[in-house]
């Protein structure tokens, strides 16, 4: 059975930091590219960023130069950290795992950015 655990949401202030991680099983996780997608109230899904088996990263331009998108492959996880967080960063942030027409989520966890 397939499962991506997302962990590390919480309450944050802006300017703040936080690390999400996605911890995955279930699947060869070499053979997946692992990205991030957050949903905030009343938008529309977004991609965040992705990470390929080889480590290379793509930023949505929104996050790049504030996420840093990294992958353990002993521990079969991914981990989006976030600095210099802002409102706008506040929503949903899912895990997916994608290889070939396999795609695979987590349920997410709540990021919520405020003073």
């Known amino acids: 059975q397939v499962q991506l655990v997302e962990s590390g949401g919480g309450l944050v202030q802006p300017g703040g930091s936080l690390r999400l991680s996605c911890a995955t099983s279930g699947i060869h996780f070499d053979h997946y590219v692992m990205s991030w997608h957050r949903q905030a109230r009343g938008k529309e899904r977004e991609w965040v960023a992705d990470?390929?088996?080889?480590?290379?990263?793509n930023y949505n331009r929104l996050v790049d130069g504030r996420f840093i998108l990294t992958r353990n492959a002993g521990k079969n996880s991914v981990y989006l950290h976030m600095v210099g967080v802002e409102p706008d960063d506040t929503a949903l942030y899912y895990c997916k795992a994608t290889s070939g027409t396999r795609d695979y989520w987590g349920r997410g966890t709540q990021v919520t950015v405020t003073a």
């Open positions: 990470i390929d088996s080889s480590g290379h990263t």
